[in-house]
């Protein structure tokens, strides 16, 4: 069993950057393929970010290319996802995820992840 903690989340002008954080428990994180979602109020979940198990491997939604960053540090069994020139619509509860080892790299796909995070918020004002 895998669990996931969030952090990072707050309010940011628009502009603004965050960095959000996702540790991880278990010793086999370098083999889990981990992913960022969001979900703002009223939509569905949407996907973010993707990273592979050695980071070599990296997908991001269309709307962040450019201004989002995935990164793993294996070593501290955390994920990271840096966000810069952050957009009002960018407000969200933003969740990590992780795919069951064996599956190398990451997909866009919310039901192909197994284990996933509490959530952290993200409010951008205009």
């Given at each position: 069993q895998v669990q996931l903690v969030e952090s990072g989340g707050g309010l940011v002008q628009a502009g603004g950057s965050l960095r959000l954080s996702c540790a991880t428990s278990g010793r086999t994180f370098s083999r889990y393929a981990m992913g960022w979602f969001r979900?703002?109020?009223?939509?569905?979940?949407?996907?973010?970010?993707?990273?592979s198990w050695s980071g070599g491997?990296?997908?991001?939604?269309?709307?962040v290319k450019g201004r989002f960053t995935i990164s793993r540090d294996n070593a501290k069994n955390t994920v990271y996802l840096q966000m810069n020139t952050l957009k009002p619509e960018d407000t969200a509860v933003y969740y990590?995820?992780?795919r069951s080892p064996g599956?190398?790299?990451?997909?866009?796909?919310?039901?192909?992840?197994?284990?996933?995070?509490?959530?952290?918020?993200?409010?951008?004002?205009?």
């Open positions: 979900q703002a109020p009223g939509k569905e979940r949407e996907f973010v970010a993707t990273i491997t990296t997908w991001y939604e269309d709307s990590c995820a992780a599956a190398e790299i990451g997909t866009t796909f919310a039901s192909q992840y197994d284990y996933w995070g509490q959530g952290t918020q993200v409010t951008v004002s205009s």
